[in-house]
């Protein structure tokens, strides 16, 4: 019985709001304003985020790629002089 009471309260605040009698119309501006506004942001964020990305992140993950590389470059070499090396101490 309370909350029946509570809703008609609501509704007939709902409707004393909106004199054209659709509660829902101004509700769903404002509700198409923040969605607006919250997509706009995240499209701005985005762009930030992309631009950071590509120009601080990518350029120290190309750096310590091309370290990386050299540091297993230099491991392999070892490895095929240590296999070389074995190999001839077997036959010899």
Do not use: C
């Amino acid at each position: 019985m309370l909350s029946e009471f509570r809703y008609s309260l609501r509704w007939l605040a709902l409707n004393q709001q909106n004199p054209n009698g659709r509660p829902f119309s101004s509700a769903g501006q404002k509700l198409d304003d923040v969605i607006g506004d919250t997509v706009k942001r995240v499209e701005e964020e985005t762009k930030i985020l992309i631009n950071y990305i590509n120009d601080e992140v990518v350029p120290l993950v190309r750096d310590h790629s091309t370290k990386g590389l050299r540091i297993a470059s230099d491991k392999l070499k070892e490895l095929a002089d240590y296999m070389e090396s074995a190999s001839q101490q077997k036959k010899g």
